[in-house]
């Protein structure tokens, strides 16, 4: 799931709410300073950082979201398939640097795919320091070789991923730039395929690239829920053409566990079954939590009443008034 961004128009006279989707933002931006538009949702970090030139007729509200940003690894394909080279990416992806060159220090970085504001967030889970050294170590260790051009290889399977991307998101771009990088610097490269969101994001019957399967990184968004139920992306059962679980991992451990978050009513036992499935996340690194999101909404002073909440933030739309 990707939340699509929100922006609320009020019309006093007629009481009447409406929303649009605008793809542009520095036209939702330029609306905001004229008037034409009330509340902009979700606001990005850079966008954030302009609040000022906005004038004294607005306000925000900044608080932790439920929505994580990750990097996924297809685990049935080759390169993808040993989970030293996944542990591998990960260290030598730098989140701190994503955090404040791409978010703009909008998000929390965390391991887990948890909120911190989540009930079941498991503050156990320690996240993954940036370490290049420590990545090429294990990478020796494990027989990936380098060839002439630097880029490693192992029983005739090279690495160099296939990624999937989004086209025309220009923050997107930096951090594949950043990433491609780092990543060179173990030995990794990457071919970079940029597709439109309706491909990227279609199923796997209407030739959907993400669900199709035919890439070994993938980068996109997910958004949690009230009690921490995250089979639809992680279970066995839910391997496309089935579900969304796009990794197509399966591990037993986590599995069970995820199936076993249904028998339970009490929400400390669900936060058991999920810190079992944090833990296993952690351990085989199937995909690469790079920040948790912060909500961040901008709108007019005179919109009264407007409390969101992490999950479903215009639930209450009845009791706003402007």
Not at 199 to 216: A, C, E, S
Not at 297 to 305: F, G, M, P, R, V
Request: charged share 20%; with cysteine; hydrophobic share 40%.
């Amino acid at each position: 799931m990707v939340r699509n961004p929100y922006y609320f128009r009020g019309q006093p006279k007629l009481k009447q709410v409406i929303f649009e989707i605008i793809t542009d933002r520095d036209t939702i931006f330029t609306d905001l300073q004229s008037h034409a538009l009330d509340l902009w949702y979700p606001v990005g970090g850079n966008y954030f950082a302009r609040f000022a030139e906005l004038g004294s007729d607005f306000t925000y509200l900044r608080q932790p979201g439920y929505i994580y940003n990750h990097i996924d690894f297809n685990v049935t394909r080759p390169a993808m398939s040993d989970p030293v080279v996944r542990h591998a990416l990960e260290l030598a992806t730098n989140r701190t640097e994503l955090l404040k060159k791409i978010a703009y220090g909008a998000g929390t970085l965390e391991e887990e795919p948890a909120s911190p504001a989540a009930p079941y967030f498991d503050p156990s889970i320690k996240l993954v320091p940036f370490d290049i050294a420590r990545a090429n170590r294990i990478l020796d260790a494990d027989g990936w070789k380098r060839g002439p051009d630097g880029i490693r290889a192992k029983n005739g399977v090279r690495l160099d991923l296939d990624v999937a991307a989004s086209a025309g998101t220009p923050d997107a771009d930096k951090q594949l730039a950043l990433i491609q990088n780092w990543w060179r610097e173990i030995g990794v490269a990457m071919t970079i395929h940029r597709y439109e969101a309706p491909q990227l994001f279609n199923t796997l019957q209407n030739g959907g690239i993400i669900y199709g399967g035919k890439w070994d990184v993938v980068f996109f968004a997910w958004g949690d829920d009230p009690i921490g139920d995250f089979s639809f992306i992680y279970a066995c059962d839910e391997i496309p053409p089935n579900g969304q679980n796009d990794l197509r991992w399966c591990d037993p451990v986590a599995n069970a566990a995820m199936h076993n978050l249904y028998s339970h009513y009490d929400q400390a036992q669900r936060n058991a079954d999920d810190a079992i499935l944090f833990r296993q996340l952690a351990k085989d690194t199937p995909t690469i939590v790079t920040l948790i999101r912060q909500d961040i909404y901008i709108y007019n002073k005179d919109l009264k009443n407007f409390h969101p909440n992490q999950v479903t933030p215009f639930d209450n739309f009845m009791n706003v008034d402007i």
